[in-house]
T-cell receptor
Framework: GENVEQHPSTLSVQEGDSAVIKCTYS??????FPWYKQELGKRPQLIID?????GEKKDQRIAVTLNKTAKHFSLHITETQPEDSAVYFC???????????FGTGTRLQVFP | EPEVTQTPSHQVTQMGQEVILRCVPI?????FYWYRQILGQKVEFLVS????????KSEIFDDQFSVERPDGSNFTLKIRSTKLEDSAMYFC????????????FGQGTRLTVV
């Protein structure tokens, strides 16, 4: 069945460093890949998404890359700040469904 | 900014009891969802709803679960006879166009079954 794997489960970085979170999906029909940020006790919020017709997308300090052949997509955060500390979830959905299959989450801690 | 709102924020119920979780999606959205997150685990899809009917459901969404849009604004999830393993955070979400578009999540209802 559909599955999304996410690594690492925890990530600690120094403020100003970069952080990279990687996901792998199993369903070759997947064509939409959002990333959600969930702060403690709050709702998941979309931070960036990418569709399968694009290899890379950037929004200020956040970028996402997609390798359809390898079924990999990654989140890159540059110049990390303490307020980036949260749990990040990748997700995938395919053209014939609107459900999101989530990864297991990465807890990012940015130390000042 | 419009938000998806959920009530209650926390519900404690005895095993075997029925619970109804309530959601008010964003007003012009047409697609509605329920997801759940067991503590420390990933967010899991339960059901999607469009045009007053279920469009898709997961294997988790068995006969104990039902959804309803009783009026033009509310979207509810009912669990008929709760089990201990139903304890989780339940998120409602909505989107305007469905697939390939952003799903906006509510703040969640933490359900504790004792």
């Amino acid at each position: 069945g559909e599955n999304v794997e996410q690594h690492p489960s925890t990530l600690s970085v120094q403020e100003g460093d970069s952080a990279v979170i990687k996901c792998t999906y199993s369903d070759s029909a997947s064509n939409y890949f959002p990333w959600y940020k969930q702060e403690l006790g709050k709702r998941p919020q979309l931070i960036i998404d990418i569709r399968s017709n694009v290899g890379e997308k950037k929004d200020q300090r956040i970028a996402v890359t997609l390798n359809k052949t390898a079924k990999h997509f990654s989140l890159h955060i540059t110049e990390t700040q303490p307020e980036d500390s949260a749990v990040y979830f990748c997700a995938a959905s395919s053209y014939n469904t609107d459900k999101l299959i989530f990864g297991t989450g990465t807890r990012l801690q940015v130390f000042p | 900014e419009p938000e998806v709102t959920q009530t209650p924020s926390h519900q404690v119920t005895q095993m075997g009891q029925e619970v109804i979780l309530r959601c008010v999606p964003i007003s012009n959205h047409l697609y509605f969802y329920w997801y759940r997150q067991i503590l420390g685990q990933k967010v899991e899809f339960l059901v999607s709803f469009y045009n007053n009917e279920i469009s898709e459901k997961s294997e988790i969404f068995d006969d104990q679960f039902s959804v309803e849009r009783p009026d033009g604004s509310n979207f509810t999830l009912k669990i008929r006879s709760t089990k201990l393993e139903d304890s989780a955070m339940y998120f409602c979400a909505s989107s305007f166009r469905g697939w390939n578009t952003e799903a906006f999540f509510g703040q969640g209802t933490r359900l504790t079954v004792v």
